[in-house]
């Protein structure tokens, strides 16, 4: 069965104009401009996951949330207050029976990190691009090829034959398909020596923004195949 999404916040220029989690068919999505017409729509519907603007023409989004969590019969429902970046705001978003919140503006990437954690389910699966390792350490200058096993906006795990330890920065290139060239920073944050190829998880330091969005339409597509 598919989940259901009820989106009661003005998304629709970015969810055109980004490749989310959200537009994966194993969704199915509502969407509503007022808390009268949410209300209404996850009644009716009994949604899944609901993500609220805290800014609603005729009910504040914490007083939707409040409504939701007081109806025994509406209550079971995973909810994201999206606001806007000020302290009063935040803390409207934050106690209200919201279980997490976003401030505004906001990466598509954080939406989808949101999402699969309250929904359970899965973010990505593993990708394989060629990546061109420089590292940046005391020890070596040198650049190397690797292959990677997973990518995210956050990090990518390599496979090299390369002594890496826990700490050492990278310069990372590699061709992303559909995207292009994607030049970062890395730091090792975690080996695994136990296979046959020893296995590094890098954290990217800085990804500029185009970047970021390139890898999750890159794996929102990618999950879009695959189901």
């Known amino acids: 069965m598919r ?25 199915e999505i ?22 609220i603007s805290l800014d609603l023409p005729d009910m504040s989004g914490d007083k939707l ?18 606001c806007n970046n000020n302290i009063d705001c ?22 989808t990190e949101q999402v699969t954690k309250l929904l359970s389910i899965p973010q990505r699966q593993n990708y394989r691009v060629l990546i061109r390792i420089s590292v940046k350490g005391t020890f070596s200058n040198e650049p190397f090829f690797c292959s990677s096993c997973d990518i995210s906006s956050t990090g990518i795990r390599i496979e090299t034959d390369r002594q890496l330890a826990k700490g ?12 292009g060239k994607v030049i970062t920073e890395g730091e090792i944050v975690r ?12 954290r990217f330091r800085y990804l500029d923004p185009a970047s970021r969005n390139g890898i999750d339409s890159f794996i929102a597509n990618r999950s879009e195949q695959k189901i």
Do not use: W
């Open 90 to 111: 935040i803390e409207r978003a934050t106690h209200c029976g919201a279980n997490a919140h976003i401030t505004k503006p906001f990466h598509s990437g954080q939406l």
């Open 3 to 27: 989940k259901k999404i009820l989106i009661v916040d003005n998304l629709e220029d970015m969810l055109a104009r980004e490749k989310t989690i959200l537009n994966r068919v194993s969704f």
């Open 168 to 179: 050492d920065l990278l310069s990372c290139s590699f061709f992303l398909p559909g995207f």
């Open 30 to 51: 509502f969407t509503a401009s007022t808390g009268r017409d949410a209300l209404s729509l996850h009644k009716e519907h009994l949604t899944d996951l609901m993500i």
């Open 191 to 202: 080996t695994d020596n136990n296979g046959d190829t020893p296995r590094y998880g890098i």
């Open 65 to 82: 949330c409040t409504s939701i969590r007081k109806d025994s019969d509406l209550r079971q429902v995973s909810i994201i207050m999206t």
